[in-house]
């Protein structure tokens, strides 16, 4: 389903409404400039797993503002990537994606590790999450539904990882032992002890 800038806007109402800053941006250079804005030069900055960090260069941008970046994706092997988590859960800031997020204002994951949606709630002092325009559902059922079949087979690919939906797109809710949904987590409000800003980007994002 294709969405309106109307739907756009009742979307940034609900988040708002949840407690949760919430913004738009037309195109990805317009984003990366919204989150150089937020971001404070030389903090620390955690991030998540995340294709939409890497298509709008984030990294390099944090880099350019003298910031310390927490990326487990730099980590040579397990034990490696897993300090690196725990450092990005303590860091300032956490930017991530959300597989989906719901025109009523709900940011659906679901997570083989679970630091990403851990990271997302608490932690950082402030999590930014980028939303391109793909990711927008129309309610829970279709957010489960666009994560199960949208992004859970192109990333099992990426990672190499023998699921059912890497090899067939369909999700049976397997028992695989390289299983990637092993949480799910719908953030509903703004968390407690966490600042959050979403911002949804007008264009295709991720997966
Ligand atoms: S439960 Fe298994 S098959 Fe279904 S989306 Fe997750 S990893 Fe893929």
Redesign the pocket.
């Known amino acids: 389903m294709a969405f309106s800038k109307d739907d756009v806007e009742k979307t940034l109402k609900a988040l708002k409404a949840r407690g949760i800053e919430a913004g738009y941006a037309d195109n990805a250079e317009q984003a990366r400039k919204k989150v150089s804005a937020m971001v404070s030069d030389k903090s620390t900055v955690g991030i998540g797993g995340s294709i939409t960090v890497r298509e709008l260069d984030l990294e390099n941008l944090l880099l350019s503002k003298g910031c310390i970046v927490f990326w487990h994706w730099h980590g040579a092997n397990q034990e490696e990537q897993d300090a690196i988590r725990r450092r990005a859960m303590n860091a300032d800031y956490y930017i991530c994606s959300s597989n989906a997020l719901t025109v009523d204002g709900r940011l659906v994951n679901?997570d083989g590790t679970g630091n990403r949606v851990g990271s997302m709630v608490f932690g950082p002092r402030r999590a930014i999450i980028i939303v391109g325009i793909n990711k927008l559902t129309e309610n829970l059922d279709t957010a489960i539904e666009r994560i199960?079949t949208e992004a859970?087979?192109p990333n099992?690919r990426r990672l190499n990882?023998k699921?059912?939906?890497?090899e067939t797109g369909q999700?049976?809710?397997?028992r695989?032992p390289?299983?990637?949904?092993n949480v799910t987590a719908i953030i509903e409000g703004k968390p407690g002890s966490i600042d959050m800003d979403v911002l949804i980007v007008g264009e295709e994002l991720g997966y």
């Open positions: 679901i199960k859970c087979p099992a990882r699921t059912p939906c890497a999700c049976p809710d397997c695989s390289h299983r990637m949904c």
